[in-house]
């Protein structure tokens, strides 16, 4: 099998992966800030809000991934760039964007104040960060380009 072959598989993988795990470790997120504030919930209302996480998530995830970070990944291939600092560069920003849309087409508008948007940019960035860490981690990208 080519080295090219070997790459797109490897990315495809961990597009798959991403689109699976990172709705699940926003979820776990979650959950951690609302325990450590003291908030307790009942099991089975935690398990419907990861329901909610997923059929909202997975179809965003997907969604990012497929139309900007496919396209960014290649970019990177092509210019012998593939590593994690840029894979999470990248993912970090597309984060940030989709986050921000896809709060606005839920709420049926843009966020109203500055203080909503720069949490809904900080929130994507920081789940954008993490998507990008874990397509690095199953794509098994490299530390430094190759």
Not at 26 to 53: C, D, E, K, Q, T
Not at 68 to 78: E, K, N
Not at 129 to 140: C, M, N, P, V
Request: charged share 5%; hydrophobic share 60%; proline share 5%.
């Amino acid at each position: 099998m080519s080295s090219v072959n070997l790459v797109r598989r490897r990315i495809w993988q961990g597009m798959v992966a991403t689109s699976l795990i990172t709705p699940l470790a926003f979820f776990l997120g979650h959950v951690l800030y609302y325990v450590a504030v003291g908030y307790s919930r009942p099991w089975h209302a935690w398990l419907l809000s990861l329901g909610f996480v997923y059929l909202f998530g997975l179809p965003i995830t997907f969604t990012a991934m497929v139309c900007l970070a496919w396209p960014w990944l290649r970019a990177l291939v092509r210019w012998n760039k593939l590593a994690i600092g840029y894979v999470c560069a990248g993912a970090a920003a597309i984060g940030a964007f989709m986050f921000v849309l896809a709060v606005a087409m839920l709420n049926g508008d843009w966020p109203g104040s500055p203080s909503a948007f720069v949490e809904q940019v900080g929130l994507g960035f920081i789940t954008g960060l993490l998507s990008g860490l874990i397509f690095s981690l199953a794509a098994s990208v490299p530390v430094r380009p190759s």
